[in-house]
Structure formats: structure tokens, C-alpha cells
């Protein structure tokens, strides 16, 4: 399987693997449901509908995933409050998430006023995402949380097309890898 499948067995968790899913669904529901604004269609609507139902079933996948990696981290870990900012943005995500989509299908039939709030609450619920995935991005690529950190064995960088990208440092770009740029 590693052979098959090398970044999945050697990360130290899955969080990173699904928390994509619930961010395309929910930017793909907000994007549908303004559409169907605009437009005024059903067929528009019911399909943002449907994306978010997807997004916070992704959501709790995220969720469930994130709290496995933090069990693993330990609270001992470098950075763990900032591991505890981004959760708390994301629980808040995933629990407007859930009124968004409770909301969405309990009123699913009323046309007209109801339609503008869920519209709102869905670019909020957008903007919630935005900060909390900024701190987990923050998470990953300033402090490198939940990443391995290995060096790829030599030659590995031509092996899948990564050819001229050194992660050696480049002197006279003041000590940083060409990555860095």
C-alpha cells in the first residue's frame, strides 16, 4: 500500500485529507443559493440545498478526524492553542453549518423572505471557514503541526516531476529554499 498510496501511510493523520471536502461543498452551496437568488431558481436552490447537506456531512467527517489528530498530538505539542483557535472556529463552522442546513430543509418549500437569511447565513458561515482554515493553514505551513517533516530520499523529486525545485538552500536568495519565493 505504500508503494500505492506514499503521502497517505506516512501521514501522521487523515484531517488534512478530508477537511477539503466540507470547504468545496459549503463555497459550492454559498455560490448555488446566490445564483438562485439572482436568478430565482428552484432547481438552483435545491441543488445548494443539497451542497450544504454534503458539506456538513463532510463537516463531522473533518471534525472527527480533527479530534483523532489532536489525541495524537498531545497537549504537550508546540502550538497547541493555536490547534484549539483553529477547532474552535471550525465547531463554530459545522455548528452554523448544522442551523444552515436544518433551516435549509425545514423551510425548504417557503419561497421569498427565509431565502435572503440563509443566503447570509451561509456567507457567514464562509467568512467562519476562511479564519478557522487561515489558522490551520497557519497550523501546517508556519509551524509545520501534523506533518512528518521528512526530507524526500534523493532523486525522488525527479521521480514525480519536481524537477529544479531544490529544497536545498539557494545562497544567494539569502539562505532560502527555492519553495520559499
Known amino acids: 500500500m505504500e508503494s500505492l498510496l ?12 478530508v477537511v477539503h471536502f466540507p470547504i468545496a461543498f459549503w463555497v459550492a452551496a454559498t455560490a448555488a443559493w446566490s445564483f438562485a437568488l439572482l436568478r430565482r431558481s ?14 456538513l456531512a463532510g463537516g463531522v467527517v473533518a471534525v472527527l478526524f480533527g479530534f483523532l489528530a489532536t489525541a495524537q ?21 459545522g455548528g452554523l453549518s448544522v442551523l444552515v442546513t436544518g433551516v435549509g430543509w425545514w423551510r425548504r418549500s ?12 451561509s456567507v457567514l458561515l464562509l467568512i467562519i471557514l476562511i479564519l478557522g482554515g487561515d489558522r490551520g493553514a497557519e497550523l501546517v505551513f508556519r509551524y509545520g503541526i501534523g506533518t512528518a517533516r521528512e ?6 523529486e525527479h521521480e514525480h516531476g519536481d524537477q529544479g525545485h531544490s529544497r536545498e538552500p539557494d545562497e544567494s536568495a539569502g539562505g532560502r529554499s527555492h519553495d520559499d519565493h
Open 151 to 156: 526530507r524526500p530520499p534523493a532523486g525522488a
Open 42 to 55: 428552484e432547481d438552483a436552490w435545491r441543488f445548494g440545498l443539497w451542497l450544504h447537506t454534503l458539506g
Open 110 to 121: 417557503a419561497k421569498g423572505g427565509w431565502r435572503p437569511v440563509q443566503l447570509l447565513m
Open 6 to 17: 506514499p503521502g497517505m501511510t506516512s501521514a501522521p493523520n487523515l484531517h488534512p485529507m
Open 73 to 93: 498530538m498531545g497537549h504537550e505539542t508546540p502550538g497547541h492553542d493555536l490547534i484549539h483557535v483553529h477547532r474552535n472556529f471550525m465547531l463554530v463552522a
